[in-house]
């Protein structure tokens, strides 16, 4: 019985000191981890097909680096997907030679499903640098759009006197 006791005091001791070193220790904290929502994106391919000017006198143009336009510089973009109303933003960039810096212009359109449209981007006279071109671009501004090719979406245009579509 001596010795049951004896080792049964043991095993009490035995167990106060595991419970005490296990509550001591160190504990770190669980944290799960979710994989973040794959985002749906729809695709719609917009694109640039020319940048149009108005009242260009080719005479005037022939001897600077400089091109007139009398009117007008307008865009011709495209919604080519199935999707209606996509939002998006047309850009045209310029070096004005008058002014002696670059002038960006931005618009918002809204596309039909396989829509044209002409979207008017400058409507005064204006001098441009011919060596620095026009640049004309188009975005979506809804993210959940994506444009399956960028390739099209841009033109920079060095144009001269000529054909007034390119």
Same mark, same amino acid.
């Given at each position: ?49 020319? =940048? ?85 671009? =188009? ?15 841009? =033109? ?11």
């Amino acid at each position: 019985m001596k010795t049951f006791k004896m080792l049964s005091s043991s095993l009490i001791v035995l167990m106060l000191l595991c419970t005490t070193v296990f509550a001591a220790g160190p504990t770190t904290p669980v944290t799960q981890v979710q994989a973040p929502a794959r985002v749906l994106k729809f695709s719609a391919d917009l694109l640039v097909q020319y =940048i149009e000017f108005f009242n260009c006198p080719c005479s005037l143009n022939q001897v600077l680096d400089t091109e007139y336009v009398t009117d007008m510089i307008a865009v011709k973009v495209a919604n080519t997907s199935t999707f209606n109303a996509v939002p998006a933003k047309v850009t045209v960039s310029y070096y004005d030679v008058s002014a002696k810096t670059t002038v960006t212009v931005t618009k918002n359109v809204t596309l039909n499903a396989n829509q044209w449209t002409k979207v008017i981007m400058v409507q005064k006279p204006i001098l441009i640098k011919k060596s620095v071109g026009v640049t004309a671009s =188009i975005e979506h501004t809804d993210a959940k759009y994506a444009d399956p090719n960028l390739a099209n979406n841009k =033109i920079l245009n060095y144009r001269t006197c000529g054909p007034m579509v390119e």
